[in-house]
Nanobody, 123 residues
Framework: DVQLQASGGGLVQAGGSLRLSCAAS????????IGWFRQAPGKAREPVSF????????YYAPAVKGRVTISRDSAKNTVYLQMNSLKPEDTATYYC????????????????WGQGTLVTVSS
């Protein structure tokens, strides 16, 4: 079975940093694009970032560009989302997802989803 395990969320003050991890199992990791989405309370889920492959240029949503970096570790089958200069509006549950053969900002392009990790940014 394919599993995506998201972790690393928590409570942080505005201006702080967190690194989210998405550990994948049960799939050929390098073949899959991995994306991060987030859902704030009362709002729709939205894309944050994605990495199509190890060689592809990453995507960052305008709201996080310049503050977030996505990276992949093929040896660990893990994708990281480094988030810096966090703002209260970054408060959300963050989900990772995997898709093949290609992914983008649309949820239907992803085949598998993790359970989410909560990020809370206090002002």
């Amino acid at each position: 079975d394919v599993q995506l395990q998201a972790s690393g969320g928590g409570l942080v003050q505005a201006g702080g940093s967190l690194r989210l991890s998405c550990a994948a199992s049960g799939l050929t990791f390098d073949n899959y694009g991995i994306g991060w989405f987030r859902q704030a309370p009362g709002k729709a889920r939205e894309p944050v970032s994605f990495s199509r492959t190890s060689d592809g240029a990453p995507y960052y949503a305008p709201a996080v560009k310049g503050r977030v970096t996505i990276s992949r570790d093929s040896a660990k089958n893990t994708v990281y989302l480094q988030m810096n200069s966090l703002k209260p509006e970054d408060t959300a549950t963050y989900y990772c997802a995997a898709g093949w053969p290609t992914i983008g900002t649309i949820e239907s392009e992803y085949d598998y989803w993790g359970q989410g990790t909560l990020v809370t940014v206090s002002s």
